[in-house]
């Protein structure tokens, strides 16, 4: 079935809001629903729509796959309880990293997290509810990227030809699938979410394992989070769309206290962008990418190198993995 994008010139909140509402109602009837809160935008406000539509018939959980943003479950989940959303952490962090180990390729990466996602955690979690439904915050951009083979993303299963009712166990429901990142924030500010959750930068699906090239094992994801903490506070200024740090594979030849290094290096990409679709690097002020890298080799153990992207999309991507 193809999909109709939703423009931000055509959208009209209200009206959008409540389709979806009754949409919602509709397919889940009298039963449960249960939906993933990741945090980020498309997550949240797929979980208010769901809270508005079901209110205790929505069952919320946090998966912490140990592959988040620092602090990032316990962040998240306190959010959503002062909003009147109760919401359960997961503890899945060996069931990742289980899936996860030997892999370097990114589409194997990006396999063995949907799976263990949807088939095993989450499968457990609707098994265990009784929930024949799952919300989901598929935005119009991954179906594109999908679809046209730049990138598979995670969440894109019905428009490959997966059944989820007969592989999973539950039917998806995917409220936000016709809009485009500023149409689902127009939609977040709408719900009465807070400006800190529906203006966040975009967060991929596979978390930092997008951000990690090659096998993403529990040290190199842990490196990668603490760059990407560095960089998130050094950068907090700068006016763009996203950035990220991105730990490279190979090591490379550095020196400290006089003497050879052979350690890490970390890439940094930031972007001006409206809708993903295309994107530019932002003109960082030089001093400012002189600050990130003393602070990353200062403090991220084994890092001697950090790089600046300055490759537009295309023929870049967003995310590196």
């Given at each position: ?25 509709r ?19 797929v ?10 018939r ?7 796959n ?22 359960e ?12 180990r ?59 030809g ?32 807070p ?28 490196l990668?989070r603490?760059?990407?903490?560095i ?9 763009a ?26 890439e ?8 993903a679709k ?10 400012v ?11 991220v153990?084994?890092?001697v190198?950090v ?15």
């Amino acid at each position: 079935m193809k999909i109709e994008e939703i423009t931000l010139e055509k959208l009209n909140t209200e009206t959008f809001i409540e389709e979806q509402c009754s949409d919602i109602v509709r397919q889940v009837g009298q039963g449960l629903a249960v939906n993933a809160l990741s945090g980020g935008v498309d997550s949240s406000v797929v979980t208010m729509l769901g809270h508005r539509a079901l209110k205790d018939r929505l069952k919320t959980y946090f998966i912490d796959n140990g592959i988040m943003r620092k602090g990032e479950p316990e962040q998240v989940a306190s959010m959503f309880r002062k909003l009147g959303v109760p919401v359960e952490i997961v503890d899945a962090r060996e069931q990742f990293f289980a899936a996860l180990r030997g892999l370097s390729d990114p589409e194997e990466k990006r396999e063995a997290i949907t799976q263990t996602f949807y088939r095993h955690v989450f499968g457990d979690l609707v098994r265990k509810s009784g929930a024949k439904h799952l919300l989901q915050g598929t935005i119009f951009t991954d179906v594109e990227e999908t679809v046209a083979g730049v990138k598979r993303q995670h969440n894109i299963l019905a428009q490959l030809g997966i059944d989820t009712k007969e592989q999973f166990g539950y039917t998806l429901i995917e409220p936000l699938i016709r809009l485009r990142k500023p149409g689902v924030r127009k939609v977040g500010e709408a719900l009465g979410l807070p400006r800190e959750l529906f203006a966040r930068q975009p967060f991929p699906g596979p978390a930092l394992a997008a951000r990690v090239i090659g096998e993403a094992t529990p040290e190199r994801i842990d490196l990668v989070r603490e760059a990407t903490a560095i960089l998130e506070e050094e950068l907090s200024g700068v006016k763009a769309f996203q950035y990220l740090a991105i730990l490279h594979e190979d090591r490379v030849t550095g020196i400290r206290d006089g003497k050879r290094d052979y350690g890490h290096q970390i890439e940094v990409r930031c972007w001006d962008s409206t809708d993903a679709k295309t994107a530019i690097p932002t003109r960082i002020n030089f001093d400012v990418l002189e600050s990130v890298a003393r602070r990353m080799t200062a403090e991220v153990k084994g890092v001697v190198s950090v790089t600046y992207n300055i490759t537009s999309k295309p023929t870049s991507t967003i995310e590196a993995v």
